[in-house]
């Protein structure tokens, strides 16, 4: 089995669209499989049938071939943790699965946690603003794994999953934005203000219930049942990109106001990474 | 200021008791005082969207008058409770949607865009998904057209939605597609 990489993801190291404010896109579906009760009340065997299906479905299609698999719990804490900050499990997979398993394509682009809160969580994750493209990446490999799987579907609700929080697409797609200028200037928390009432979360850089910091946020959508995944993918856009245009505006302003002030914390940041105490 | 309990961790929680007219104070560090149960404060740093969703749960039970009856409600497949799944706001099963449908529909309206899921389909099952949204939308059509009396176009509409529904039938009983 090959070793969990301790080097930087391709969505940490390479840029993309927009990537000196939108630092990276991530989107995923959660899906569920028919038959099987829900991982949180699901009994040991049944967790275990999902693992062994799923992995048996996925070494009988061809481009699982550049995946790697690991039960969770033959990782190490250090290995969980690094999974955890590449943002390619959750905190939740880490801690307190029952048998839950990780399927990570070599690049690192696309992960697959099982049984996590639901049976599935298909997720792709690209450097810079890039809400179609990770959409389409997550959607090829919803597919591959429909084909072979008979997912939990209801005509009217769509895909069911653990919490209703989620149903219908299963699609969460958010956006980790750099908005340092935006908190300088103390308009952020306008802006926040407005994104929640667009139906949009804000969350800090390690999700639900972490604070903003290193003036990182996450912006993704809540509503997940009445809107199709492009039309959920499309709204997140042209908000994005709006947030961007202001944090370009605001970064302009400082530059154009207050260089001097802006400057010092610079090179005050600067002195204080060259000379460690 | 140090922990009373342990000395050693800076005192991060202050809790202030007014009991009998009397007051005390204690400081302890988070450690400390998760383990002091007595407590009852909860000191969970995690704000969780599942417990935010279960009080809302809860709050619309509250407000219900057929409260009692709604607790009751038992996925027949897994065993699930509506009074269980209000408490930790996780389903258990796929089949908790039919069974709780009654008391889930209010809370997805308030939470999301609508009722009803207009995105992908798996495509295995996408012609019979296709067929019901068309009988959906042709029972809305139908029930116009009695309303205004135009009954000869309501039953070239009737025909129509008996004709899909058998076709449907026909399909999942030869196995082809299911849901």
């Given at each position: 089995m090959k070793q969990v990489q301790f080097t930087m993801s391709r969505w940490m190291q390479d840029s993309g669209p927009d990537s000196e404010i939108a630092i990276s896109t991530r989107v995923r579906a959660a899906r569920n499989i028919r038959g099987f009760t829900f991982p949180c009340l699901a009994a040991d065997h049944e967790t275990e049938a999902v693992i062994s299906t799923v992995s048996s479905v996925a070494a009988g299609i061809e481009e699982f071939a550049q995946f790697n698999y690991w039960p969770i719990d033959t990782l190490t804490e250090m290995e969980k943790n690094a999974l955890v900050e590449k943002h390619l499990i959750s905190p939740l997979l880490a801690a307190e699965s029952k048998h839950g398993a990780l399927l990570l394509r070599n690049d690192e682009a696309i992960s697959i946690m099982i049984n996590e809160e639901d049976h599935l969580r298909i997720q792709?994750?690209?450097?810079?603003?890039?809400?179609?493209e990770a959409w389409c990446e997550a959607s090829r490999y919803d597919d591959l794994l429909e084909?072979?799987?008979?997912f939990a579907f209801d005509v009217h609700y769509g895909y069911l999953t653990a919490c209703p929080t989620n149903i219908g697409t299963g699609l969460?797609?958010?956006?980790?934005?750099?908005?340092?200028?935006?908190?300088?200037?103390?308009?952020?928390?306008?802006?926040?203000?407005?994104?929640?009432?667009?139906?949009?979360a804000v969350r800090g850089l390690y999700g639900e219930g972490t604070e903003i910091i290193g003036n990182l946020v996450q912006v993704s959508n809540q509503v997940t049942l009445g809107q199709s995944e492009e039309e959920i993918i499309s709204n997140l856009f042209s908000i994005i990109r709006q947030v961007i245009e202001q944090e370009q505006s605001a970064r302009q302003m400082l530059l154009d106001k207050q260089r001097a002030s802006l400057a010092d914390k610079a090179w005050r940041a600067m002195g204080l990474l060259k000379m460690p105490s | 200021?140090?922990?009373?309990?342990?000395?050693?961790?800076?005192?991060?929680?202050?809790?202030?008791?007014?009991?009998?007219?009397?007051?005390?104070?204690?400081?302890?560090?988070?450690?400390?005082?998760?383990?002091?149960k007595e407590l009852e404060v909860s000191f969970e740093p995690q704000f969780s969207l599942h417990k935010l969703f279960a009080s809302m749960l809860n709050q619309s039970l509250r407000d219900s008058r057929r409260a009692q009856q709604a607790v009751d409600t038992q996925c027949p497949s897994c065993g699930l409770t509506f009074s269980q799944f209000s408490q930790i706001g996780r389903l258990g099963c796929s089949d908790c949607f039919k069974a709780f449908e009654e008391q889930l529909k209010p809370l997805l309206r308030r939470i999301h865009a609508g009722c009803a899921h207009t995105g992908k389909v798996p495509l295995k099952i996408l012609g019979r998904v296709q067929a019901v949204r068309e009988i959906d939308q042709l029972k809305e059509e139908l029930q116009a057209k009695i309303i205004n009396e135009e009954f000869e176009e309501a039953a070239v509409l009737r025909d129509r939605i008996?004709?899909?529904?058998?076709?449907?039938?026909q399909k999942e009983a030869n196995g082809g597609e299911k849901n």
């Amino acid at each position: 089995m090959k070793q969990v990489q301790f080097t930087m993801s391709r969505w940490m190291q390479d840029s993309g669209p927009d990537s000196e404010i939108a630092i990276s896109t991530r989107v995923r579906a959660a899906r569920n499989i028919r038959g099987f009760t829900f991982p949180c009340l699901a009994a040991d065997h049944e967790t275990e049938a999902v693992i062994s299906t799923v992995s048996s479905v996925a070494a009988g299609i061809e481009e699982f071939a550049q995946f790697n698999y690991w039960p969770i719990d033959t990782l190490t804490e250090m290995e969980k943790n690094a999974l955890v900050e590449k943002h390619l499990i959750s905190p939740l997979l880490a801690a307190e699965s029952k048998h839950g398993a990780l399927l990570l394509r070599n690049d690192e682009a696309i992960s697959i946690m099982i049984n996590e809160e639901d049976h599935l969580r298909i997720q792709a994750i690209l450097p810079g603003l890039q809400l179609e493209e990770a959409w389409c990446e997550a959607s090829r490999y919803d597919d591959l794994l429909e084909n072979e799987l008979d997912f939990a579907f209801d005509v009217h609700y769509g895909y069911l999953t653990a919490c209703p929080t989620n149903i219908g697409t299963g699609l969460r797609a958010s956006v980790m934005l750099h908005l340092p200028a935006l908190i300088i200037t103390r308009q952020i928390s306008r802006l926040l203000g407005a994104l929640s009432q667009v139906g949009l979360a804000v969350r800090g850089l390690y999700g639900e219930g972490t604070e903003i910091i290193g003036n990182l946020v996450q912006v993704s959508n809540q509503v997940t049942l009445g809107q199709s995944e492009e039309e959920i993918i499309s709204n997140l856009f042209s908000i994005i990109r709006q947030v961007i245009e202001q944090e370009q505006s605001a970064r302009q302003m400082l530059l154009d106001k207050q260089r001097a002030s802006l400057a010092d914390k610079a090179w005050r940041a600067m002195g204080l990474l060259k000379m460690p105490s | 200021m140090l922990c009373e309990e342990c000395r050693q961790k800076e005192a991060t929680i202050h809790i202030v008791k007014q009991m009998d007219g009397n007051q005390t104070e204690i400081n302890l560090c988070e450690q400390c005082a998760r383990k002091k149960k007595e407590l009852e404060v909860s000191f969970e740093p995690q704000f969780s969207l599942h417990k935010l969703f279960a009080s809302m749960l809860n709050q619309s039970l509250r407000d219900s008058r057929r409260a009692q009856q709604a607790v009751d409600t038992q996925c027949p497949s897994c065993g699930l409770t509506f009074s269980q799944f209000s408490q930790i706001g996780r389903l258990g099963c796929s089949d908790c949607f039919k069974a709780f449908e009654e008391q889930l529909k209010p809370l997805l309206r308030r939470i999301h865009a609508g009722c009803a899921h207009t995105g992908k389909v798996p495509l295995k099952i996408l012609g019979r998904v296709q067929a019901v949204r068309e009988i959906d939308q042709l029972k809305e059509e139908l029930q116009a057209k009695i309303i205004n009396e135009e009954f000869e176009e309501a039953a070239v509409l009737r025909d129509r939605i008996r004709a899909l529904e058998e076709d449907i039938l026909q399909k999942e009983a030869n196995g082809g597609e299911k849901n």
